[in-house]
């Protein structure tokens, strides 16, 4: 496990992203250097692969699915976040293995144990030692879906999906070993960023 490497994972509408960028504020404010990284992207692989991903008329096949998405992160790791690690500076993921282990595994066609195996593969070790899930609930989640507009992505445009991604995340386990820690998205903002920070200063310092 990599320290310093800190992934924010959550249902679509769970507010990882916000918490992604206060996080990074934050750890800066505490004199550390930091980068946030994306997934599927952040690399000019990442940024094809999540192309391809997100427009729905590829055809793709679940195994292929789950392999463009580990594509797309083992660049990242080679390219961005090892890089960084070995400087000394902070990594902050907004979605990393657990996302692949949610969407294409439990709420997907592969289940929790073949995309936690294909993770493992490809990853080894190298994932964060901490993997923090911001929980939604269905009623969150219901009110956020009424309020979308506009085209879909692949993952959006699948029935059910985002309602199977949100029971999934409570529940997920991922590969062995990994320090998964689960925050009540009911929160409101600022409350769950001092429990970011808390999880981060008992595990990390
Ligand atoms: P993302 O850009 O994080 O979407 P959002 O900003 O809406 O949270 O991710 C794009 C989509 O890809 C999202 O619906 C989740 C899906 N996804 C997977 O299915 N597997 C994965 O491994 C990752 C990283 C994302």
Not at 3 to 32: C, P
Not at 44 to 52: N, P
Not at 181 to 188: A, K, N, P, Q, S
Request: charged share 30%.
């Amino acid at each position: 496990m990599m320290s310093r490497f800190i992934a924010l994972e959550g249902a679509d509408g769970s507010g990882k992203s916000t918490q992604v960028e206060r996080l990074a504020d934050w750890l800066r404010s505490e004199g550390e250097q930091v980068i946030t990284v994306r997934e599927p992207g952040s690399t000019s692989l990442g940024e094809r692969v999540r192309d391809i991903l997100l427009d729905g008329d590829e055809p793709l096949c679940a195994e292929a699915e789950a392999l463009l998405f580990l594509s797309s992160r083992a660049q990242l790791l080679d390219e961005v976040i090892e890089p960084a690690l070995e400087a000394g500076q902070w990594v902050i993921a907004d979605r990393f293995h657990l996302s692949t282990v949610v969407y294409q595994g439990l709420a997907g066609e592969l289940g929790e144990a073949r995309a936690a195996q294909l993770c493992q593969v490809v990853l080894g070790d190298r994932r964060p030692s901490l993997n923090i899930v911001l929980e939604i609930h269905v009623e969150q989640l219901s009110k956020r879906l009424a309020l979308r507009s506009g085209a879909t992505d692949r993952f959006e445009s699948r029935p059910g999906l985002a309602q199977r991604t949100v029971a999934a995340f409570e529940k997920v386990v991922g590969i062995a070993g990994d320090r998964v820690v689960r925050i009540d998205g009911r929160l409101d903002a600022d409350q769950v960023e001092a429990r970011i920070r808390q999880e981060v200063v008992d595990v990390l310092r």
